[in-house]
């Protein structure tokens, strides 16, 4: 089948915020998930032989609660400088508003054709007060290359998945204060380097598996 010419294709693709967006109400889908979907609507949404990996979520007990996070971080946010949108459109990366109401901004540059490593993490800086969800998912950034990640102050997700992503490399996610939800299947982080993350205040969950991570 065509993964276009699917209602719900279109509405997990779209921005959140969005009309029409989906799901309603729930963080949205990762690149990993929506490309699984894809790939099913690709084969023609038969469900024979699928297999459903072992799935490893780290629910952190006792997070302070994020109701209405996004409106608290999005006070007396000026709009992206237009400019630093384009330029990372311009490498493939999708950067877009998180919502009309707000001058909040997600970036991915899971989508890219193009291979984007370290050096690519340059373009986030003019975008250090606006940037709230990022998707690294299948880059070649590293772990020395993720403290170009340390301005970024109101990130609340990121996406690391099928990357090169170490301990080493979760000591600059442990300095991101708002981080709510953390993806990194795939990688080789392990019990020590999750266990970094245990001071950030708004964290709820991190999806791990196929990592080190134990259950």
């Known amino acids: 089948g065509d993964p276009a010419e699917s209602l719900i294709y279109q509405a997990i693709s779209l921005p959140e915020g969005e ?4 799901p309603k109400k729930r963080e949205p889908l990762t690149p990993e998930e929506i490309g699984v979907i894809q790939q099913w609507l690709t084969d023609g949404a038969d469900s024979t032989g699928w297999v459903v990996p072992e799935n490893i979520v780290v629910v952190k007990t006792g997070f302070k609660s ?13 709009p992206a400088p237009e400019g630093a949108l384009v330029a990372l459109r311009d490498i493939g990366a999708v950067a877009v508003p998180m919502a009309l109401s707000n001058n909040l901004v997600r970036v991915d540059f899971g989508l890219s054709r193009n291979p984007v490593t370290d050096a690519q993490l340059a373009l986030l800086a003019p975008l250090s007060d606006h940037l709230t969800v990022l998707g690294l998912s299948g880059t070649v950034v590293t772990d020395d290359g993720l403290a170009q990640l340390r301005p970024l102050e109101k990130l609340t997700q990121i996406r690391l998945g099928e990357t090169q992503l170490s301990d080493a490399g979760m000591s600059h996610l442990a300095a991101l204060p708002n981080l709510e939800i953390v993806n990194i299947i795939h990688t080789q982080v392990t019990d020590a380097g999750l266990a970094m993350l245990s001071e950030l205040e708004y964290l709820r969950k991190v999806f791990a598996w196929e990592s080190k991570i134990t259950p």
Do not use: K
């Open 19 to 22: 009309d029409g967006f989906m």
């Open 66 to 78: 994020s109701d209405n996070r996004l409106a608290v971080l999005a006070e007396d946010v000026p």
